[in-house]
């Protein structure tokens, strides 16, 4: 019959305490030299190849690096809790289609001036003025992520065209994003705290839910459950 011997073991010190090792967990990074096609870029967005376009197009999106794909899939999905938030939802910066348009451009791009990113995104929408102006801001978004942020003042002019009515606001550039998938190119220009705490807030956050009327949506916060007092 075999015998087997259990080891025994014992400390030098037995009044000494354990140190327990110090341990670290990192999570895994796609690397920025990998690179996925536009219909795995959708899948990971949840996004149309078009509307992956759109971004590509815009600057936004500089490629299609996994590591920038994937930052854009983990941003914070936006929502309101008090009252309601007016979203531009525009696309890439291009020229205006019509020619007595006097905007140098329509969309948004990072290579845009605040001045030239202001005046594109002011004016001139169909829209329900009175909740843009009632909101004090306009969250810009290309392809569902928050690009910009203007600090609306009030309500500029009004275009009538037939049936179709187009209106612009007194605003400023409250903030601006150069790269999506990058934090700190995100710029807060306002000096208004509150206004500036909102705006870092917005800015690279992603709108999947609004009201739409246009090309001005208005995100709501949720009814309350029967019976909740608000």
Not at 62 to 86: F, I, S
Not at 104 to 121: K, N, R, W
Not at 131 to 146: E, I, N, P, R, S
Not at 212 to 227: D, F, N, Q, V
């Amino acid at each position: 019959m075999k015998q087997y011997t259990v080891p025994c073991f014992t400390t030098l010190d037995p009044e000494a305490e354990a140190v327990l090792p110090s341990v670290a967990l990192t999570t895994p990074q796609a690397l920025a030299g990998e690179f996925l096609t536009r219909p795995q870029a959708a899948s990971v967005l949840r996004l149309s190849p078009n509307t992956v376009g759109k971004l590509l197009a815009s600057g936004f999106l500089p490629d299609l690096a996994a590591a920038r794909v994937h930052a854009l899939a983990r941003a914070p999905q936006l929502g309101v809790t008090r009252g309601e938030l007016p979203v531009l939802r525009t696309g890439p910066a291009g020229p205006p289609p019509h020619v007595d348009d006097e905007r140098d451009f329509i969309g948004d791009a990072p290579h845009l001036t605040d001045e030239q990113f202001l005046e594109a995104s002011r004016q001139w929408w169909r829209c329900e003025p009175d909740k843009v102006t009632a909101a004090g801001v306009l969250a810009v978004a290309v392809a569902g992520w928050v690009t910009g942020v203007l600090a609306v003042r009030g309500r500029g002019g009004t275009r009538h065209g037939g049936r179709d009515v187009r209106h612009s606001f007194e605003a400023s550039v409250a903030g601006r994003v150069t790269a999506l998938d990058d934090p700190e190119s995100h710029r807060v220009l306002t000096g208004d705290p509150a206004l500036a705490a909102l705006t870092r807030t917005l800015l690279g956050a992603r709108v999947q839910e609004a009201r739409s009327g246009g090309p001005i949506a208005y995100l709501k916060a949720p009814p309350h459950p029967h019976g909740e007092m608000a």
